[in-house]
C-alpha cells in the first residue's frame, strides 16, 4: 500500500485478555517504530525495529508488552494480560532507515480495556 | 533527562497569524521536527529544522534556535482546517540510532 496501515482500527477487550496489534509498514522502510498515545498527549515511544531485530525496547512499560518483526515487515505488538491503563491509542510509524529524516505514521489502532 | 515544553491550547482567527512556541531539553539533538495531527488521526509531517534559522513551507514556517533549545512553528493566513494538535518533536540519538521524542502537543482552534 501507499501508507503505513495498521489493524484493527478500534480493539475492545475485557481487562486479563490477551490482544495483538499489527502494523504494515511502508514497503522498503526498514525502521519501524511503535508508539503509544494517550488522550491530550504527545506519541511516548514504545519500541523500534530495525530489519527483524528490535534495536531499542526500552520504552515498552512492562513485561506485558512484547513485539515482534519477523520478516522485516509487518510487526505485532502484543499485551498479554490488558489492564485498564493500556487503554490508549497505538500508533506505528515507518522510516526508510534508521536516520532517516521523515517518520510516517499510521492510523493508529485504539484499545479500549473494559 | 529529556524535556519538551509547548503551550496546551491557543485560539485563532481565521485569516491570522499564529506562533506555537517549543523549548526543549535533551541529551543530544539531530532535528526538531513538526507535525499535525487531526482528531482521531495519524500525526503527518509538517516541517524539519537541524540547523539554526528559518524554514518556509508555503502558509507554515518553522524556525530553530540550537542555543537556546527553542523553537517555533509560524502559521499564516489561517484556515478553518488548520485547528488540529501541533506537535514539537526532537531526534536524539540513542545508541546508534535516532529516537524522536514528543511534545504533549498544542490544540490550535481556529474560529471564524
Known amino acids: 500500500g501507499a501508507g503505513v496501515s495498521q489493524t484493527p482500527s478500534n480493539k475492545v477487550t475485557e481487562k486479563g485478555k490477551y490482544v495483538e496489534l499489527r502494523c504494515d509498514p511502508i514497503?522498503?522502510?526498514?525502521?519501524l517504530y511503535w508508539y503509544r498515545q494517550s488522550l491530550g498527549q504527545g506519541p511516548e515511544f514504545l519500541i523500534y525495529?530495525?530489519?527483524?531485530?528490535?534495536?531499542?525496547d526500552s520504552g515498552l512499560p512492562n513485561d506485558r508488552f512484547f513485539a515482534v518483526r519477523p520478516e522485516g515487515s509487518v510487526s505485532t505488538l502484543k499485551i498479554q494480560r490488558t489492564e485498564r491503563g493500556d487503554s490508549a491509542v497505538y500508533l506505528c510509524?515507518?522510516?526508510?532507515?534508521?536516520?532517516?529524516?521523515?517518520?510516517?505514521f499510521g492510523p493508529g489502532t485504539r484499545l479500549t480495556v473494559l | 533527562g529529556q524535556n519538551i515544553d509547548q503551550p496546551t491550547e491557543m485560539t485563532a482567527t481565521e485569516g491570522a497569524i499564529v506562533q506555537i512556541n517549543c523549548t526543549y531539553q535533551?541529551?543530544?539533538?539531530?532535528?526538531l521536527f513538526w507535525y499535525q495531527q487531526h482528531a482521531g488521526e495519524a500525526p503527518t509531517f509538517l516541517s524539519y529544522?537541524?540547523?539554526?534559522g528559518l524554514e518556509e513551507k508555503g502558509r507554515f514556517s518553522s524556525f530553530l534556535s540550537r542555543s537556546k533549545g527553542y523553537s517555533y512553528l509560524l502559521l499564516k493566513e489561517l484556515q478553518m482546517k488548520d485547528s488540529a494538535s501541533y506537535l514539537c518533536?526532537?531526534?536524539?540519538?540513542?545508541?546508534?540510532?535516532?529516537?524522536?521524542?514528543f511534545g504533549a502537543g498544542t490544540r490550535l482552534a481556529v474560529h471564524p
Open positions: 529544522n537541524v540547523l539554526d
Open positions: 518533536a526532537v531526534r536524539a540519538p540513542s545508541g546508534g540510532y535516532n529516537k524522536l521524542i
Open positions: 510509524a515507518s522510516s526508510f532507515n534508521s536516520m532517516g529524516n521523515e517518520q510516517f
Open positions: 525495529f530495525q530489519g527483524t531485530g528490535a534495536a531499542d
Open positions: 535533551t541529551s543530544g539533538f539531530n532535528g
Open positions: 514497503s522498503g522502510h526498514t525502521a
